[in-house]
């Protein structure tokens, strides 16, 4: 019995240590960001405005419906008494839960230290850190994407699991953004291809998700509306590479006729194939590289060092786990996302990036973790055990 206690009191005691010392990265990570790029303490209203749509809730038009679960948030938060400090600290609160989910995953993929490092660099890289303060959508996307890849990773391996937290996780990415609707289908889809069944089942259920899927994205209000000019299609044949910079377009061929639909852009990628794969390939470029001529140089040089770093050290983490469950399920979310921004475009401040990255901390974390052990006296796992 007492054995028993000593048992309980260990394992309560190591949760708890765990979430202390989170909090202490995350507010260390947020006092980093904050200095680096000036920030204010609390909320910061971001440049798309959602206060102003959540003003006029529920009375919102297709394209606002798109993002009708962060406006919801923000709405709900008008009613409490503050939109603002409503929204920063659900983030706040959501973004230390990843935290965690990355700190658990990571120990699973490698070991107690590399499961430190993913939440550390998680928290704490200012590229991803600062979106915790702004009004938008990404940092609960962020971290909504790392505890869903979470939960269906205990799915997987058959571990106990809340499914109505999981699908509750799901329904908020499907109404955060419109791409959360690539995410739920990655899901699905990963999902699907991991249980045991029939070959006939499986791919019947495979072609009714991906059916759903087309049907939604050809069709759905909110994802064909708003300015014809910012469709996928224009902005494919008026060549942009990052959205709203316009010294990175590049030529691209014309259309026959101006159709905005998505039907149309798929039908325009189908007769240009080798200049939308040119097109693609620089947006995903210019999304994953992170640095932009507009930063400073000094902000340019952290970042050239630290991504650098970042991506060989995921490659490294990627390699040596490429037989695991957990990144072969990375690897599957990867690879829409990437689909995705080189479909439509990179964006300004290299958010889109993150919807991956932020699960490849786990790689980067094993990849360091791995190199750190290459050093006499630095393999931190054999001395915590």
């Not at 964006?347 to 699960?359: D, H, K, M, N, Q």
């Amino acid at each position: 019995m007492n054995i028993s206690k000593i048992r309980i009191n260990s394992f309560l005691n190591k949760i708890n240590s765990d979430y202390l010392f989170l909090l202490i990265i995350l507010c260390t990570g947020q006092i980093i960001t904050a200095q680096l790029f000036s920030l204010p303490f609390g909320p910061i209203e971001g440049g798309d405005s959602y206060l102003s749509i959540a003003e006029r809730f529920p009375n919102l038009s297709a394209t606002e419906w798109s993002y009708g679960g962060y406006v919801s948030i923000l709405y709900l938060g008008s009613l409490i008494g503050s939109s603002e400090w409503f929204t920063f600290f659900l983030q706040i609160t959501v973004v230390f839960s990843a935290s965690k989910a990355l700190l658990t995953m990571g120990r699973q993929l490698g070991g107690e230290t590399a499961g430190w490092l993913a939440a550390t660099i998680y928290l704490c890289h200012p590229m991803v850190a600062q979106w915790s303060r702004y009004l938008l959508t990404d940092s609960l996307f962020y971290a909504f994407i790392v505890l869903s890849t979470s939960e269906l990773f205990r799915i997987i391996k058959k571990e106990p699991v809340s499914y109505k937290r999981f699908f509750l996780h799901l329904l908020i990415l499907a109404t955060l953004r419109p791409n959360g609707i690539i995410f739920v289908t990655t899901v699905a889809l990963i999902a699907l291809i991991c249980t045991k069944s029939t070959k006939i089942k499986k791919s019947l259920s495979i072609g009714l998700v991906i059916i759903l899927f087309l049907i939604v994205a050809l069709f759905s209000p909110t994802l064909n509306s708003g300015n014809e000019l910012n469709n996928f299609g224009p902005q494919a044949w008026n060549g942009v590479v990052v959205h709203g910079v316009e010294d990175e377009r590049i030529d691209m061929p014309q259309p026959e006729k101006f159709d905005t639909s998505n039907k149309a852009y798929l039908v325009y990628i189908s007769k240009h194939p080798l200049s939308m794969l040119e097109l693609g390939t620089k947006r995903v470029w210019w999304e994953l590289k992170q640095v932009r001529p507009w930063y400073s140089k000094n902000l340019n040089k952290f970042l050239t060092v630290s991504m650098t770093i970042f991506y060989i050290t995921s490659a490294i983490g990627f390699w040596a786990s490429r037989k695991e469950i957990l990144t072969k399920i990375i690897a599957g979310i990867t690879i829409p996302f990437v689909i995705l921004i080189g479909a439509t475009w990179a964006i300004w401040e290299g958010r889109f990036a993150w919807w991956f990255l932020s699960l490849w901390t786990l790689w980067s974390a094993k990849g360091s973790n791995i190199l750190l052990n290459k050093f006499p006296g630095f393999n931190l796992d054999k001395k915590n055990n």
